[in-house]
């Protein structure tokens, strides 16, 4: 905060609660500031959680968040919370609204509409996304693996030189959820069963087998916190059935992420991998929507923890929210490429890349030597390394690189720039058609 700020907060500190209280004690004090200036940074502030407001249009006062000093204390310092279903029973489906009208605005636009249905959407953004909430949910674990080497495990099964076996597991088991999201997308429900199923996918080889995807039958503390969950079995699974049968209400797919990954987290249902689990079903809602998934690539890791321990310890939504808002809107445009392209095609254009790449090359040289386009002898003949069942779908993925060739990106293909100039001079041509 600059001084300014800090002179703001001092004010409302002292009881002057109302844009024109605040300029008046500015003005006593010898810092006179206008109007639209105090205001400016009084949003601010209630976005770093140092002030707070309530009420709406005259009737808005501000009042001094704790929040900072109630952080500025160690959790093993701060007094026990313990579980309160009261945060999970007052939220009604549709009628209570963790995140802001503005929040939710600039998430819609952020993360716009696929216009397609879920499953094509999923498919479509598959790669990305497995690397992405691979990697950035396991950082938010503290799991060491770069995000190059994610990508390398994930897509080729390469380990990475000296990690622990858990991190390497850690994200072969987000692998495999994201890959039951992506391919059951349709089919997956918001209900008990579904939770228990992530959470056997996420934590398989991890936990106990006999924790896996069921109720903890221990008690469990929460890092660097106060808060105490709840420790008795049956309890446990009635509120995981509350939330499942509120989260299930809920139409707005924001506002049904957001509760389905604090309220997870918070109840702490599994003897560990909670938060994974909160955050992969978290994504359910908004690829069902066609919309930007929340991958927590941006997503600040103090400010996702702090936002969690808000809610767990002082029962406060809003930030978490705010960090999840932002998160999701520095991350969504990731996926925006990605829409429209089916997960089968991408995954052949990684299988036959080689292939792919020789095949074009080959065109445009035998065109060369024929000084013509080559015909469709070219591509009914068969391809090293394409097996017969696949050879129709490779065809078209070589005759579409063939149509896309162009003086910038001739050279990922291997073909140097003196011959593509001179397959260039043989004129406009497209193998698809024939012609």
Known sequence: MNEQDNLIVEAVRSGNDTVPKILSWLDRNGTPSSQPTVSRRLIGLIADQRIRQEGRGRATVYRYDDYHDYFAVPGTQRRAVHYNPDFIDRYIPNETAWFSSGELDSMTQAGGGAGMDASTYSRAIAQ????DLAYASSSLEGNTYSY?????LVQYGKIAEGKEADETLMILNHKAAINYLIDYIQDIEIDVREFKTMHSLLSSGLVDERQVGTVRQHIVGVGNSAYVPLSIPARLEDELEKIAGKAAQIINPFEQSLFLMTAISYLQFFVDVNKRTGRLMANVPLLKAGLSPLSFLNVDKTEYTR???SFYELGRSDVIAAAYARGYVASASRYHAYMGRDRSIIEMEARYRVELHRA????VEG??????RLGDDFFEAEFEGVP???HDAFVSLVQKAIVSLHGGNHAVYGIRRNVFDAYDDLGEHDPRNGL
């Open 360 to 363: 074009v090359k080959s065109y």
């Open 128 to 131: 990305k996304l497995l690397v």
């Open 307 to 309: 936002g969690l321990l």
């Open 388 to 390: 017969e069942e696949d």
């Open 148 to 152: 190059i080497d994610t990508e390398v």
């Open 367 to 372: 065109s060369l030597t024929e000084g013509q």
